[in-house]
C-alpha cells in the first residue's frame, strides 16, 4: 500500500491508505474476487456449521469441542474483519481506506494492550528462559500468578470497561 501524508503544524498524519491490490487487471481482479467470496462463504459456512453442530449435540459438549468451538468463533470473527473490505475493494475503482483520527485515545489504548501483553509474555519468558540456577518454587508461584489472575482480570478492564458502551450497559444493570 501507499500512503498518503496530510501536514498539520510540523507533523504529518495518516488520513487514508492506498490499497494497491493484488492485481491492477480489471479481468484479475474479478477472478479474485470471486475466488475470496467463496473462500470466504466457505470458512463462514464451515465454521457456522462446526459451532452448531457443538452446541446442539450433547455428545460434543466437552473441553476439546468447546475449544473448536471458541476457534471456529475466533476465524469467522477474523476473516469478517478483513475479507468484505478486501472483497469491496476488489470492485471499487478507487482503492482508498480512510482512517478515523483520535490518537490520544489510540495512543492510551495501545498502551493498555501493550502493558497486558508485556505482563502476560514477560512472565512467560522469565518461567522458561531463565538459568536454572534462579530457578525455585516459590518464583515459579510468584511469577505464574501474573501469567494466570493478573492479566485475566486486567483483559475485561481493558478491552470492555473502557468502551462507552460497555460502561453505559454496566450502569444500566446497577441501577436496574
Known sequence: FVVIDMYTQNQST???????GLSVDPFAQ??????????YMTTLTGNLLLILAVR???HLHTSMYFFLSSLSFLDICYTSSIVPKMLVNFLSPKKIMT???GK???FSTCISHLVVVVIFYGSAMFMY??????VTEDTDK????FYTVITP??????????????QKAMMQMIRA
Open 14 to 20: 495518516v488520513m487514508e491508505f492506498i490499497l494497491l
Open 30 to 39: 474479478m477472478l479474485l474476487f470471486h475466488i475470496f467470496l467463496i473462500v
Open 56 to 58: 446442539t449435540n450433547k
Open 99 to 101: 482512517i478515523n483520527l
Open 104 to 106: 490520544s485515545k489510540a
Open 129 to 134: 528462559g531463565r538459568p536454572e540456577h534462579l
Open 142 to 145: 510468584k511469577v505464574s500468578v
Open 153 to 166: 482480570m486486567m483483559n475485561p478492564l481493558i478491552y470492555s470497561l473502557s468502551n462507552k458502551d460497555v
